[in-house]
Every structure is written in C-alpha cells, then in structure tokens.
C-alpha cells in the first residue's frame, strides 16, 4: 500500500487561507504518521514540485530530513508547463507510473496535511474491490 501525496516546494495556494499553511512541516508530520500508525504497513511517496527559482540547497536539505525513514520515498519534479497547483495534483494520481510501484499495489492519493490517527484506515483496503472512495470525517 501507498500514500501518494505531492508538495509544491516553492510557494503555497493563495486561496481559502493557505497561503501561510506550513505544508512542508505538515509533509514531513503525515509521512511519519503513515508509516507509525499503520505499523509500516502504508509506504509513502512524497512528490515535492519546484520551479526553476527554488534554492536547491534548501530542497535539498528538507529532502535529508527524510532520509531516515524507512518506505518514505521523496521524487522530485521540476514544474511544467501544468502550473504548479495541477502538476501537484496531478503528481500524485499517477503515481503507478513509477517503476517501484507494482500493478497490485494499492495507492492512497492523500493531501500532505492528513494525518492519520487509527490503523482501521487500511481495513476497508483488504476487502476484495479495485476502488475504494473514502469520504472526509
């Protein structure tokens, strides 16, 4: 199993009062959760967006601090011609296409400020469907 989420490094939404969100430090908080709380059973893959006017030694840097998580795996992607909110979104819906994910692996697409409290998350995930939709609550 996977939780795909996706960063955009460079700046954050300016609407609905993201703008000041710490989505980075939220990235980092919801990675380890995955991984804690489902008792590793939940891989993550990180896809961190930037632009050509990123400082790359601060990238760079934040992409270490995950270093030592064990099944968190960091991608980084240079924006497009997308724009930077729908390379994010889009990102992390086509994570199969990386060559680490297998054809019977199971992909969560989850925003980087969902922290999972309960490992009965990934109980619907073991029942015999191809989709599974959860709703918010």
């Known amino acids: 199993i996977w ?7 460079s700046e954050n939404h300016q609407d ?5 969100y ?3 430090f939220a990235a980092q ?3 380890r ?3 804690k709380i489902t008792d590793a059973e939940v891989n993550v893959l990180l896809t961190i967006i930037y632009n050509e006017d990123t400082n790359m030694e601060d990238l760079e840097n934040y992409v270490k601090t ?4 064990e099944g968190v795996v960091i ?3 240079k924006t497009s011609t997308l724009g930077c909110v729908l390379q994010s979104q889009l990102s992390r819906m086509f994570a199969f296409k990386n060559k ?4 019977e692996d199971i992909i969560l697409i989850s925003d980087v400020d969902i922290f999972v409290m309960d490992k009965k998350i990934v109980e619907p995930l073991k029942l015999p469907f191809t989709t599974w939709i959860y709703k918010y609550g």
């Open 16 to 20: 609905f009062g993201k703008s000041e």
């Open 33 to 35: 959760l995955w991984r």
């Open 29 to 31: 908080l919801s990675s």
């Open 66 to 69: 995950f270093e030592t998580e």
């Open 100 to 103: 680490f994910i297998n054809d």
């Open 3 to 9: 939780a795909s989420m996706s960063l955009y490094w």
């Open 22 to 24: 710490p989505y980075r």
């Open 75 to 77: 991608i980084l992607e």
